[in-house]
């Protein structure tokens, strides 16, 4: 028997006073952080004794006992001299369906701040509870114990002991309107439509993914008030699924059948193919290789979601072929150039490319949509496939360029060549493009006709908001053409990678209600020529970070290049402003920002024979994710 186990009586009891009393003076002189006072704080005084917490989040959560057993409460009887408490208010108009039981999703990521659907839950108890449930905690500092869904803002503690009767009674009235089968003969409704994963309470775990109770790793032979708040006697623990963390349950109004989680249907390559000496560029009409959402470029055709692994972190990976599309050399594409969108993220969370050894390509934000570019190598079996360390998301992705082995490159796609940022159009040189007008803008500069091109565009001068369409002339619009929105009296410069026809040319249409003012700079250009120019090189992404990175001690293999690909996420979260990148005294590249604007850009830096990189952010505060995905030479 440990120490902890044998304390009893007197000693106990005074063990658990002064953890309380010294909890509530660490509280009140500020030592503990926001949302871990004593209800959040399931350490005992005697460090024998294991966590509560630890308890109920590890990565396959199991109790001492796995048989299921009764409701807690369920013997005890009725105490006339208590009124029966209120439950809950339930929305109207809920839908007769329900949510499915909640699979278990363990903690994978440090993201404590309160969800929208945990802090709605927490306020929904305070709102029918009042002064018996003044104290209900969500966020814990990443720092603090072990693993648990507090650190994800998914989990809340309400502060209620058994050993009061009116706070036992109020305890059980909660939980059974959670646990309740509904009109409709649905188990547990009320706890499937607010998407609890599981409940902690008074010896006893509840799961959904067990479907009853069992009991809490040996509490019920330790009756002892010093563990109390291990054995959850003193609050209860609740954790959500994902799903319910985002309010996206169908107690907030959600769906009660959202899609299913994607299977892994098969193994992608995690090898990129090899690259030699470098790639080639080769344009295409871009192209949508798969959407989540309906199921498109999915082996069965149904929709689904990326999901995380229910231990937390990457989850099945979602694969595509990509050597076997239209335009594709035979047995020359090494790597692609893509766009994904995730939509409907219950998580904030990280995509993830497997051929960069399950690198991050991109964030993802949660109930929103995100949007980056950037260039993945395609493995060894034709394939690129991505994942999500956290909850839930849609995906879409559109090819938008290949980069090939020359020797594939020919007749259709060339090396790529430095432009020094040549401006090739101005409409202060022409006229402003004026509402629902379509334009023909050539992207031909002095020395080069390409055969696709990376640009810079800049929108200025609006009065109103609204979008810019770019596409290669001659092709038609798809679901995957670059669609540029603009602000109103803001100014954006957004970079498209994009094919032209045979005579260097692109279409621009404002879809807009009210002319802008365009620029279109020309960053690089593929030309057929098998002696001017660079070839591409693409690496996992490598982040640079702050005013200056030296080449040498980011990317060591990149020495001696003439240029970076860089994937800059952007945003500014109240005012408008410049990013600039540039090296020695070559011409910078620069993005303009606009107020309130999450913004995803690929830009080359050519590289002077320092390879120092500089950074300027001009006018308000920008967060900035940058990474090298590739370098020319």
């Known amino acids: 028997m440990s120490r902890a186990a044998g304390m009893t009586g007197r000693s106990g009891r005074s063990r658990a006073a002064g953890t309380a009393l010294g909890a509530a003076l660490a509280l009140a002189l500020g030592l503990l952080a926001p949302g871990v006072a004593v209800a959040a704080d399931d350490r005992l005084s005697d460090a024998a004794t294991p966590s509560a917490e630890a308890t109920l989040t590890e990565d396959s959560p199991v109790t001492a006992d796995d048989t299921v057993v009764d409701d807690p409460d369920a013997e005890k009887p009725e105490e006339p001299d208590v009124p029966p408490p209120p439950v809950p208010a339930t929305p109207e108009g809920l839908p007769a ?67 009061v009767k009116v706070e036992r009674k109020t305890a059980k009235a909660f939980i059974d309107w959670l646990l309740a089968t509904d009109e409709n003969g649905n188990e547990f409704a009320m706890a499937r439509r607010l998407g609890v994963m599981y409940i902690g309470w008074d010896d006893r775990i509840w799961e959904s993914y067990r479907q009853g109770w069992s009991e809490l790793k040996g509490c019920f032979s330790t009756p002892e008030p010093g563990y109390d708040n291990y054995c959850h006697r003193n609050h209860i623990h609740i954790s959500l699924s994902w799903d319910g963390a985002a309010g996206q349950t169908s107690f907030w109004g959600g769906s009660p059948t959202p899609p299913p989680f994607c299977n892994r249907w098969a193994t992608a390559s995690s090898e990129p193919m090899p690259v030699g000496n470098g790639l080639d560029f080769v344009a295409i009409t871009p192209r949508r290789v798969l959407d989540t959402r309906q199921g498109l470029g999915l082996p069965n055709g149904q929709a689904c979601r990326l ?90 992705v559109d090819v938008i360029g290949y980069f090939v082995k020359p020797a594939a490159a020919v007749g259709v796609g060339g090396r790529l060549s430095l432009q020094d940022q040549q401006v090739v159009y101005d409409t202060a040189d022409d006229t402003v493009l004026g509402p629902k007008e379509k334009r023909i803008i050539s992207v031909a500069t002095d020395d080069t006709l390409p055969s696709g091109a990376l640009l810079s565009i800049t929108i200025s001068d609006a009065e109103r908001s609204g979008k810019l369409v ?46 802008v003012s365009l620029t279109v700079t020309v960053q690089a250009a593929a030309q057929p020529s098998s002696t001017e120019g660079s070839l591409l090189v693409p690496v996992a992404p490598t982040e640079i970070t702050g005013k200056r990175t030296a080449m040498r001690r980011v990317l060591r293999d990149a020495q001696g290049s003439t240029a970076v690909l860089v994937q800059v996420d952007a945003r500014t979260p109240r005012k408008a402003a410049t990013l600039t990148y540039w090296s020695g005294t070559l011409t910078p590249t620069t993005l303009a920002i606009g107020r309130r604007t999450t913004q995803s850009s690929l830009i080359v830096v050519p590289l002077s024979e320092s390879g120092l990189i500089l950074r300027e952010v001009v006018g308000g505060d920008v967060d900035v994710t940058a990474r090298i995905v590739g370098y020319l030479r």
Request: net charge positive; proline share 5%.
């Open 97 to 163: 369906a329900v949510d499915a039981l909640a699979n278990y999703q363990g903690q994978g990521i440090c993201d404590p701040s309160a969800k929208k659907g945990t802090q709605a839950f927490a306020d929904l108890i305070k709102s029918t509870y009042g002064s018996l449930a003044y104290s209900v905690w969500i966020p814990r500092d990443c720092s603090i114990g072990g693993r648990s869904e507090h650190k994800e803002g998914r989990a809340l503690d309400w502060m209620i002991d058994r050993r």
């Open 307 to 396: 999901t995380q692994n229910s231990g937390g972190g990457a989850g099945a990976p979602v694969s595509l072929n990509v050597a076997d599309l239209p335009r594709v050399p035979a047995d020359g594409v090494r790597a692609v150039a893509v766009r994904t969108v995730t939509v409907g993220s219950n998580s904030p969370a990280t995509l993830r490319a497997r051929t960069f050894d399950g690198a991050s390509i991109a964030p993802i934000k949660m109930n929103a949509r995100t949007e980056a570019t950037t260039v993945v190598p395609v493995g060894s079996d034709g394939t690129i496939a991505f994942t999500t360390d956290s909850g839930a998301t849609h995906l879409l």
């Open 470 to 515: 770019v596409r290669e002339a001659g092709s038609k619009r798809t679901s995957a053409t670059p669609v540029l929105s603009y602000r109103q009296a803001d100014i954006s410069t957004q970079t498209v990678l994009t094919g032209v026809d045979e005579d260097g040319n692109i279409v621009v249409v404002n879809k807009g209600r009210a002319p």
